[in-house]
């Protein structure tokens, strides 16, 4: 990943005249889902860029050792074999960003993954998880517990009577503790923007994925603006995470980051998708393109890899 977010002081002049032009947002929102998205093979080659952002997730009541060894199994050979090797792409060690697990299921990610020789980084949710209502010291404990057991990501849920309530202090004060508590795991807050970002989260997330509405695209830009101007004022890049609810739109999600933040975030070090069910449609897709075109890929595709060029995002 980037830099480490230090986090600064808690500048409440900042927060308070931070305001969100509803129209505007409405009509950039509009604007980014209507942009040209790339077509053919240049789609494809973009596909595999979003698999690469995936934190691949299992969030359920009933996970077990097995099915999260599938899933690590899974990030690890995200897309079929011989569909990369139909793309001369099979020597490029595609994998998902990250594996996002509960916390009592880290030590069984991290296991599977040592045994495959692989680096790939778990993420776990903490914070009492989705709805974040537990007492603030059991909730550092399981951010310490997660990470002891081998988390090098930790998604929070912060404190949301604190937000809806506007007491600032005391939320930019909780969120300094969980920081503290993950020690070198990278922090993604859920939710609260600027006091998150001031507070040394790394990643600022749109929600848990478990409500009725989870991510959406002018939610979305109002983050990565937030995001855009923190840049601004601090010169520390802080990662986007939409989570909940995307399944075929990874694609818009691209053309978000690149439009509002630029290409630098368009890497799993700044920009990840949490999904469940994503990475299937994906690979569907990354099928039909590929029997249509494979000499197409064994020219090309290797030398473009995942550049940023041929997305032709203006009409």
């Known amino acids: 990943m980037c830099a480490r977010n230090p986090g600064t002081s808690l500048d409440l002049e900042w927060v308070s005249k931070s305001r969100v032009n509803t129209q505007a947002v409405l009509k950039r ?9 790339p ?8 596909l595999l860029r979003a698999v690469t952002c995936i934190d ?9 050792p097995s099915n999260v060894q599938r899933l690590c199994l899974k990030a690890l050979q995200p897309i079929r074999s011989d569909l990369l090797q139909d793309m001369d792409m099979h020597h490029a060690g595609i994998t998902t960003a990250a594996v996002c697990v509960y916390p009592s299921r880290v030590s069984d990610a991290v296991k599977t993954l040592k045994a495959a020789n692989s680096s790939l980084p778990v993420a776990s949710v903490a914070t009492g998880f989705p709805a974040g209502q537990t007492p603030l010291q059991t909730r550092l404990e399981e951010v310490r517990l ?16 604190l937000a809806l309530t506007g007491q600032w ?7 300094v503790q969980f920081r503290t508590a993950c020690g070198n795991a990278h922090m993604k807050s859920i939710l609260a923007s600027l006091v998150s970002m001031m507070a040394g989260s790394d990643f600022i997330k749109t929600s848990t994925g478990k409500e009725a509405v989870n991510a959406t695209i002018p939610v979305a830009v109002v983050m990565s603006r937030a995001i855009r ?87």
């Open 29 to 37: 929102a509009q604007q980014i889902q209507s942009f040209r998205l």
């Open 39 to 46: 077509k053919k093979q240049w789609q494809a080659a973009w």
């Open 56 to 64: 691949l997730t299992t969030l359920s009541g009933d996970d077990t």
């Open 146 to 161: 997660a990470v002891a057991d081998g988390a090098a990501e930790i998604d929070i849920v912060i404190n949301r009577t």
């Open 169 to 175: 202090q005391a939320l930019y004060e909780e969120l």
């Open 229 to 315: 101007d923190y840049y601004i004022r601090t010169g520390y890049k802080i990662g986007f995470k939409p989570a909940g609810g995307i399944r075929t739109e990874s694609l818009v999600w691209l053309v978000l980051v690149k439009e509002e933040l630029g290409s630098e975030w368009l890497s799993p070090e700044l920009f990840r998708i949490g999904a469940s069910s994503l990475l299937a449609d994906i690979e569907t897709d990354v099928y039909h393109t590929a029997i249509s075109s494979v000499a197409w890929f064994y020219h090309t595709l290797v030398r473009i890899s995942f550049h940023t060029e041929g997305l032709d995002l203006h009409n």
